[in-house]
Structures are given as structure tokens and as C-alpha cells.
């Protein structure tokens, strides 16, 4: 059985003809006579002649980025390149430090002659400063009775004991040779002297000391 193949052309102007397109083929447009019709566009290659827009952005990027790396490596060449500096040389001179000086050692000087010196002004006499009257009593002999000799006759009840008798009798002559004189009088002083004597058997006073103070010398001297 042979089959027969009829060609048939497409015509997208037809009445139900289905939408086709195929890339790289241009829509033909229809007049109202019947003529078809290429767009202006295609005569001229507009179309053909467009660049994508993802196309032109890239570019611009890549252009820019380029012109940002040339002008970053111009800078960086400019600085890194050696300057022309001129070495300035300065001679300095070390001066070594300058010897201390020698000690002078000076010549001892002759010694004066004695008829040169002069004699050293005498000292003024200072005069002796006439004694202080107070009115103070010059201290006296005190002439105490002896005690009296033990008696052979014999001895009563009432015992008397002889060293008691010589402090009482030389306690009271004490008290009777007691002068005070009119300047502590008139001062209105008073105190306790302690005073500590010697005498002889006879009842000469041999030597006398204050032994305690009584914070006035006119009272200490008195005593």
C-alpha cells in the first residue's frame, strides 16, 4: 500500500491557524490589501543589532572596576618609586675632654716676726660686786649644856633616859636662836627647812647643811 504525502503550507494568517513562533524568525504583518509586510525594525536591524540589557550592565561594571584598578596601581607606583632625596653629610668633630688641672701647691708663709704681732688687748678689771645686805643674822655658835654626869646615888623607879634629855634641852635652844628675818616676814613666807649639824662635846657647831629645802632661799639661809 503506498501512502501519498500531500505538502501543505503553513499560513499564520489563516483562521485557526495555531501561535508558532520559531527563534530567529521575524512576525510578517498584513495589509488590509493582502500584502505581508516585514516590520520597519527588521529593515533596518534594529533588533538584530540590540544588545541584552544584563549584557550593557556588565560591561559598565567591568569598565568602571577597571578604570578604579588602574588608578589605585598609578597610586601605589607613585609611592613606592624612590624619591630623589640629596644625602646631607655633616662632619663631626670629637673634641676629647680637657685634662684636669694640677693642684698649685702654695709655699707655706714665713711666719711673722713676734714684733709684728700685736699685743692683745687687756681684759677690763670687773669689780668686785659689794656684798648683798638682807638682814640676815650670821649664823652663832650654839653653846649647849653638857649633859649631866650619872650620879652614884642609886637609881629611882622613874628611869630617865640621857639621849632623850640632850634632844629636848637641844631642841629648845634651837627654837630660842630662831630669828626670821623681816624681808620673809614682810613677804609672807613660810616653809620647813631640814638642817643637819655637827657639835663637839663642848657644843661648838662643827658644820651645818640644809638637807631638805623649804623652796625659799631667804628661809634656807635663815635657817
Known amino acids: 500500500m ?3 504525502i500531500r505538502p501543505e503550507v503553513f499560513d499564520p494568517t489563516r483562521e485557526g491557524a495555531p501561535s508558532v513562533r520559531f527563534p530567529g ?4 504583518a498584513q495589509t488590509a490589501s493582502g500584502e505581508r509586510q516585514l516590520p520597519a525594525s527588521t529593515w533596518f536591524g534594529e533588533d538584530r543589532l540590540r544588545t541584552p540589557f544584563w549584557r550593557s550592565t556588565g560591561a559598565a561594571i567591568f569598565l568602571e572596576l577597571l578604570l578604579l584598578a588602574g588608578l589605585f596601581a598609578w597610586i601605589m607606583i607613585g609611592r613606592m618609586a624612590p624619591a630623589n632625596t640629596q644625602q646631607v653629610v655633616t662632619a663631626v668633630t670629637l673634641v676629647a675632654p680637657p685634662k684636669p688641672p694640677h693642684p698649685v701647691v702654695r709655699p707655706p708663709e714665713p711666719p711673722m716676726p713676734m714684733s709684728q704681732i700685736a699685743p692683745a688687748p687687756a681684759l677690763p ?3 668686785p660686786l659689794p656684798p648683798i645686805a638682807d638682814g640676815l643674822p650670821v649664823p652663832r655658835a650654839l653653846f649647849l649644856p653638857q649633859p649631866p654626869a650619872p650620879s652614884a646615888q642609886p637609881r629611882t623607879t ?3 633616859n640621857p639621849l632623850a634629855l640632850y634632844s629636848a634641852i637641844l ?3 634651837v627654837r630660842a636662836a630662831l630669828v626670821v628675818p623681816a624681808i620673809a616676814r614682810q613677804m609672807g613666807l613660810s616653809g620647813k627647812t631640814l638642817v643637819i649639824f655637827r657639835l663637839e662635846p663642848d657644843g661648838r657647831m662643827l658644820w651645818a647643811r ?3 629645802t623649804s623652796g625659799s632661799k631667804v628661809l634656807d639661809r635663815a635657817a
Open 210 to 212: 640644809v638637807a631638805r
Open 25 to 28: 524568525l521575524v512576525p510578517v
Open 158 to 160: 622613874g628611869r630617865v
Open 171 to 173: 631642841r629648845e635652844q
Open 2 to 4: 503506498n501512502a501519498v
Open 125 to 127: 678689771q670687773i669689780a
